[in-house]
């Protein structure tokens, strides 16, 4: 059975800041995904990672993977007030395409 | 990617009732998944549910209690029965398109069910 876990499950961090949320998960996954959920919300996709050593940028965040760790990271540079949310990775292997997903974490940007 | 439209959005129900939840895509897909989300914590897949088939159904969840209907490429509905005060949650539907898998699932927008 897939596991994923994710931490830390809280982040405070300040304005201008550099950070990394970190995903385990415990068997061979085909495919690793981040998402964002802002309170009140639905999930909104930032990456997805398919292979080994993929790296994915957008703006301030970047994800990487690595299939021989099984880790996945979620690095955040520069953070600002706006990327406050919770983050979610998921991971999903073999034909039935299920996604098993992290605790999230609760990030906090602070002024 | 597909667009979800889910409904209703919120919906505060008596315990002992159920309410039926729907999910409609703007495009035909071959999957299609519930979870539930309790408050403050993570997604918890309750079924996938394909048409032409029956449901699957997550460890710990039962078709008596979360009955799901499939019957077109573009529609499906689950029923949270006889609910309590434990089933308030949000729930989701969730798709991914046929052979896109590499490009992530589309999530809708989420119904925020509480029991009294």
């Known amino acids: 059975e897939l596991k994923v876990e994710q931490n830390p499950l809280f982040l405070s961090m300040q304005e201008g800041k550099n950070y990394t949320i970190y995903c385990n998960y415990s068997t061979t996954s085909d495919r690793l995904y981040w998402y964002r959920q802002d309170p009140g919300k639905s999930l909104e996709s930032l990456f997805v990672l398919l292979s080994n050593g993929a790296v994915k940028q957008e703006g301030r965040l970047m994800a990487s993977l690595d299939t021989k760790a099984r880790l996945s990271t979620l690095h955040i540079t520069a953070a600002v007030h706006d990327l406050s949310a919770t983050y979610f990775c998921?991971?999903?292997?073999?034909?039935?395409?299920?996604?098993?997903f992290g605790k999230g974490t609760l990030l906090t940007v602070n002024p | 990617s597909a667009v979800i439209s889910q409904k209703p959005s919120r919906d505060i129900c008596q315990r002992g009732t159920s309410l039926t939840i729907q999910c409609q895509v703007d495009s035909q897909v071959t999957m299609m998944f519930w979870y539930r989300q309790q408050p403050g914590q993570s997604l918890t897949l309750i079924a996938t549910?394909?048409?032409?088939?029956?449901?699957?159904?997550e460890s710990g969840f039962v078709i008596d209690k979360f009955p799901i209907s499939r019957p077109n490429l573009t529609f499906s509905t689950l029923t949270v029965s006889n609910m309590s005060p434990e089933d308030s949650s949000i729930y989701l539907c969730?798709?991914?398109?046929?052979?896109?898998?590499?490009?992530?699932?589309?999530f809708g927008s989420g119904t925020r069910l509480t029991v009294v």
């Open positions: 998921a991971a999903s292997g073999g034909s039935n395409y299920k996604l098993t």
């Open positions: 969730s798709v991914i398109l046929a052979g896109t898998a590499n490009y992530g699932y589309t």
């Open positions: 549910a394909n048409q032409g088939s029956e449901a699957t159904y």
